[in-house]
């Protein structure tokens, strides 16, 4: 099942039903009046929206053609944003940028920082910043949307809890990660809106992609029309979906709707950059110069000044599986 | 105007109008369905809901009986909730504690960390531990809840856009800070749900109280039945709440409904305990012990214990303004 958040001009813009191939999409509002609603009431109205795809797929009902320019975030505004750190390569090269220390720690038990979710921002908003010095940066993540676990959960009970899983843009503003990170109380103002992608898809639905609580595919990234990077979510992600919800429940319960980000993806190896098309690149600036300063001795990579693009897709068999996110650098 | 959500088994609660003397109430239901609905159409819907207040106090509406023992936080789920540091005292007492450095740029910019907002605990909640070890800790602290706010908003607009005042116990794992301190991605496991007081009041019902985007009133803490503190939340606030919000809105917008907590309350004083009925006092255990180690060369005064209280009010009169929180530490 395939579900998507259609801009109404409300704020939690209209729920519907996407069919397999993303081209058309039918109203879900006979069922649930927004995602939020359905997660809250996901053991009984998962099935009706299920059976809602269904015909949909079947072409028992039409529909209408899905243009994801009309989409918003899935949850345009959730109750919980909890980014993860699954990927230990992605922290092994930012860790000179964000001062951290702790190594050890950081390999058995996964980083998470609260991020802001009042207003995520739709596949194809800008990425807006008060200032072209500020060092913008993306990173391209897989997330899941869970439904309700209680504290001290077990894996078991954290990876059953996994409702939908999509795709995200942890948009970061590096110049101010370090005022941020050393103020000490974590990561504020150097993490505006993050973007998601138009769909979000059961585990079920993912089919082989989906396994060992992990998305094992390629998230290609493109800047300025050129491939930035295609590392495969599924190789080298050190702590996976129930890890990381295991460790957000350590001291609370995690309310239906919160949404985890696994981390940016980040696959080992030292090529440079032009990405090539078989290569795997990077899934954030920062990486690719922190490599450079490496092999180069100087980052040669520029951050992403206003007028800039990114586009992030997970690609199966040569399609996006979760529709593009697909943004630009504004100047506010 | 005066509102409170009651427990009706659904996770937003049902909206009430709550009596001036915070004796009667009346379902709001007819004009929105919880307080966030009541938020996000602010304008034409607080005339009527101040409507509705007015039909009560003038007991043209006899109304019910109002049991703050079934309230649910104001807002039992937020999109956002943001908590500030508006003491300076209290920053300068749990300094060592929290290994946090930089004392001028502390006093230059306010601190701010993002909150968790999904599960925001009901007045009566118990305070739930998974160790009693984990040095269980209050913050007493008055909260805002806004409208939104845009990125780059100006102090004008800031305050313009509170809608409403509550207080909130911004519950402390003080064992786990310095780990999530440490780790550079800020608090996460040491800040469990937040409680909030059952009543939440406009700024204009506030009246004298409510000057200088501070509210000016004492709020009272005890634990286990004593006097603990009772600082004056509008004496030593270096960073007012309309300072907070310029700061939070620096690189992103604030959605409707988010939550601005202005750090826990703290006068300059250099008494120890017991507070005596007239003096001033605590109104988080760690400030206490920090004082008391530099009188007395050791901390007195214990965390929170399973079975421990603390009840927290704002007075007014010698009455509770916003009702009490009065919650009980309990193992999990």
Same mark, same amino acid.
Not at 110 to 127: E, F, M, N, R, V
């Given at each position: 099942?395939?579900?998507?958040?259609?801009?109404?001009?409300?704020?939690?813009?209209?729920?519907?039903?996407?069919?397999?191939?993303?081209?058309?999409?039918?109203?879900?509002?006979?069922?649930?009046?927004?995602?939020?609603?359905?997660?809250?009431?996901?053991?009984?109205?998962?099935?009706?929206?299920?059976?809602?795809?269904?015909?949909?797929?079947?072409?028992?009902?039409?529909?209408?053609?899905?243009?994801?320019?009309?989409?918003?975030?899935?949850?345009?505004?959730?109750?919980?944003?909890?980014?993860?750190?699954?990927?230990?390569?992605?922290?092994?090269?930012?860790?000179?940028?964000?001062?951290?220390?702790?190594?050890?720690?950081?390999?058995?038990?996964?980083?998470?920082?609260?991020?802001?979710?009042?207003?995520?921002?739709?596949?194809?908003?800008?990425?807006?910043?008060?200032?072209?010095?500020?060092?913008?940066?993306?990173?391209?993540?897989?997330?899941?949307?869970?439904?309700?676990?209680?504290?001290?959960?077990?894996?078991?009970?954290?990876?059953?809890?996994?409702?939908?899983?999509?795709?995200?843009?942890?948009?970061?503003?590096?110049?101010?990660?370090?005022?941020?990170?050393?103020?000490? +109380?974590?990561?504020?103002?150097?993490?505006?809106?993050?973007?998601?992608?138009?769909?979000?898809?059961?585990?079920?639905?993912?089919?082989?992609?989906?396994?060992?609580?992990?998305?094992?595919?390629?998230?290609?990234?493109?800047?300025?029309?050129?491939? +930035?990077?295609?590392?495969?979510?599924?190789?080298?992600?050190?702590?996976?979906?129930?890890?990381?919800?295991?460790?957000?429940?350590?001291?609370?319960?995690?309310?239906?709707?919160?949404?985890?980000?696994?981390?940016?993806?980040?696959?080992?190896?030292?090529?440079?950059?032009?990405?090539?098309?078989?290569?795997?690149?990077?899934?954030?600036?920062?990486?690719?110069?922190?490599?450079?300063?490496?092999?180069?001795?100087?980052?040669?990579?520029? +951050?992403?000044?206003?007028?800039?693009?990114?586009?992030?897709?997970?690609?199966?068999?040569?399609?996006?599986? +979760?529709?593009?996110?697909?943004?630009?650098?504004?100047?506010?």
């Amino acid at each position: 099942m395939k579900l998507a958040t259609l801009k109404n001009g409300r704020p939690d813009g209209q729920l519907v039903v996407v069919s397999a191939d993303l081209t058309r999409f039918v109203s879900a509002g006979r069922i649930a009046a927004s995602l939020q609603a359905a997660l809250d009431d996901w053991a009984v109205l998962s099935p009706q929206l299920s059976a809602l795809a269904s015909q949909l797929d079947a072409s028992a009902i039409s529909g209408q053609p899905f243009d994801p320019a009309h989409a918003l975030a899935p949850l345009p505004r959730a109750y919980q944003w909890i980014d993860g750190s699954g990927y230990l390569s992605h922290l092994e090269r930012v860790r000179t940028l964000k001062g951290s220390k702790d190594e050890q720690l950081q390999s058995t038990w996964p980083l998470l920082y609260q991020g802001g979710s009042d207003s995520l921002s739709a596949p194809t908003d800008p990425i807006v910043a008060t200032d072209p010095e500020l060092a913008v940066d993306f990173e391209a993540e897989v997330a899941v949307i869970i439904g309700a676990v209680p504290m001290g959960a077990t894996r078991q009970q954290a990876a059953a809890a996994i409702r939908l899983v999509t795709i995200c843009n942890d948009v970061s503003l590096r110049r101010l990660v370090l005022d941020d990170l050393q103020n000490g +109380f974590g990561f504020f103002h150097s993490k505006p809106s993050t973007a998601f992608a138009p769909i979000v898809v059961t585990p079920e639905s993912l089919g082989a992609a989906w396994r060992d609580n992990r998305l094992h595919l390629p998230v290609r990234v493109e800047v300025n029309g050129l491939l +930035f990077g295609q590392p495969n979510a599924g190789t080298d992600m050190h702590f996976d979906f129930a890890d990381l919800i295991v460790e957000a429940a350590r001291t609370r319960n995690l309310a239906a709707g919160t949404i985890i980000g696994g981390g940016t993806v980040s696959n080992r190896h030292d090529e440079g950059l032009p990405t090539k098309r078989d290569g795997i690149g990077f899934a954030c600036i920062a990486e690719a110069r922190t490599v450079e300063k490496l092999k180069y001795g100087r980052a040669r990579t520029p +951050f992403l000044k206003p007028g800039d693009s990114v586009r992030i897709a997970a690609i199966a068999d040569g399609r996006s599986v +979760f529709g593009d996110i697909d943004q630009k650098v504004a100047l506010a």
